[in-house]
């Protein structure tokens, strides 16, 4: 049995090592395009902060550990076409520079997501980053040693993880987000509230701007030196994040035929099945099912690519396995603000047709008196007709994420308001009031259906 | 409509506060032989602690603020008896030492619950504390102030909060729990943990004994200054606080003929109502429907109080409201520790007549590279036949209170193994591993599950 993994970084690295666990004969070979294998992506804005000062550290298994297990790690080697007819592909040797044939008999493209990049003029001068690979961490850690003033470009997980990076390294930031929205996948009142509260923080050097498009960077041959809005405005900066999302690594798919979903990204069935026989994908590059709807969805997200990877390295192996789809938990964190959800937003309800019911609170995370406790906001929506929850948000400098995944896992078990008001949660003084936030959010929510 | 609330900690002052909102026009009377009323009991470590200086900030609302809600509170009037039949209570003024009857439409009892004390001699010295109301807090910390050793009795839920208060004001503490397990509530796996974890805090001046039997105080006229185990051990110490439980206070419910559950407290239906007609009981006093097993439990715990209290006050105002019972969700903190809890432990489980499968695992709380990163030893408890979650407990360092209470939601929609595993919890490296704990915890379940 040959098994190629095309792509290693959280699902490609994920697939080999299951898959070599789950049939120790099987020969098997990763092909990245990366100069470095099986990391964690979602730590790097981390290592930029300071946490800890070697990158290697983000590195989870070196290809020396690959091979020992018996797994051949190829890096520099960017797969350029599948050829499904032959069970073949075609891999270019970027270092070598030459092209050769690979046999399979079962193939996994975990070919990831890469950065979007908006069109701004002049953006090939140094020091304008993305944040996606080792080598983007290294350059931008490196780069902030002489670096006073730093401009993040989009307001989203990585935009927001950025200027938390830049903040606590005493660099003077900006963020410049085109929409009126910071973390545009949260329902606008939520998003309000982070804005609101990042502004509120006024003892750390940074700024954000809404509503404005980045249009131009000007530079010297050492680097970019300022970027200029739409209307005009000019700041100045000593390094660029672009921040403004990603799409799915999908080429190579489509040119073998391989068919996308509605989403963009491609279509896999439970078993993580292209619509390619013996070829699976896994990861950034396919789209999931979302439980709470049972439509497609794209989450590129670290959690879900190892599950998937871990899904199609079963399958591939001759094994029975099912990815039953995602519920859209996320979490992140900007300065003393976490900002969290699972599920449906209200708006993304409405547009699948929901008639929607929602509460929100605003609470301490734990007894006022505790001389830590914080407020959190959690909002709550539900089913109109049938009363089922839909999904939340929480935004805050309390403990909030382990809250909403309460709620995920009530979303998992398909619960009503009525049936979840009835939750039975932990409660002590330096852990949460004695009526939880979420609890409480969820009481006031049923009263809104009791009096609807 | 006259209601008379008998107590008013917890769930006698939820239901004074909630009865009154739902009529306005209600009389309402609340007596109580304590001299406080209205505050948060399980707030008292932590007052004791420091963590803040006065003590009447666990008060949540004074007489006063009751009054002027129409809500007329008697403090040291204790109810010495309740006549059904003329729907008459008789109350003794301890101050005044007169006695009279009220008359009650509805009566609420919320007497709560009190300390148990060990047969132990000598126990009338000065300075030999429990810990249930505002002048244990106050003459504990005041103690404190000239102390430089203390001793408990008692290795539970209190025992433990009160080693955190005194260790964090440089007290020699030396804690002395009878049976071989810390937190008796856990397994006995999850508790030898407990006492490990909590061994291997080297820095912090604190002795625990188990196993040991304290038979004897020894002291002058100025109090205490030494206990004496079984076995002939003698510490000495400035003061002493017993922690050995406590058993429900329902003396006057069962001379009116009123009805005790299997566990010994009063037994309730799920509107509140006690076996004899317009008389309610809630809080500490009363017991509760296990939702796992649907069969009567005791959980004196201050978030079931409030619920309670809310319940009786909605039907006793005429309303409609059922509380469906409790999944015996618990947490406490000792030191760096977190001991959280819910559902059936194994040991229950097989008491009431499960087959059990169960799975722990030790992992981080974050990704390993978060300089906050911290462990948790997590256990999930399931029904062999059916694959049920049954409960789970969680034991260390990290932040796994909110994972228990993902769990929780779990029981209350009845998920098994393998509808939990299909879970989709929040991931970024300050929060959580890729693969959250809890939910590596259901893939190790599930996989013992499939290999039995």
Redesign the interface.
Known sequence: MKIVIIGGV?AGAKAAAKAKRELPDAEIDIYTDDTHVSY?A??IP??IEG??ADYR??LVRSPEEFASEGINVHLQHKVTKIIPETKQVLVHSLQGNNVFLVSYDKLVIATGARPIIPPIKNNCFKNIFTVRKIEDAINIRKKLEDSKRAVIIGGGYIGLEMLEAFVRNNIITTLIERGNYLMPVLDEDMSELVKEQLFSIHDEKFEIITGHTVTEFCGTEDGVTSVETENGQVFDTDLVVICTGVRPNVEIAVEAGIKLGITGAIKVNKRMETSIKDIYACGDCCEENF?VTNTPVWMP????A??EGRCAAINATGGFDEF??????????CLRL?I?M?GLTEKEAQKHGYETISAKVTKNDK?G???DANNITLKLIADKNTGKLLGGQAVGAG?S??????????L????TVE??V??????????SP???P?LNAAQILRAKFNSK
Chains 1, 2 share one sequence.
């Open positions: 959280a964690s979602c730590g981390y290592y946490n800890f550290t983000l439980i997200l670290g959690s879900n190892n599950k039953s789809g995602v519920l859209a938990s996320a979490v992140t964190r976490t969290s699972t007894v008196y505790m001389p403990d994420d382990k809250r909403i995944n309460s709620l995920a896992t009530a998992l078990g398909g619960l049936e979840f009835r939750n039975d949660l932990t409660y002590a003084p330096p852990f004695t009526i939880d979420l």
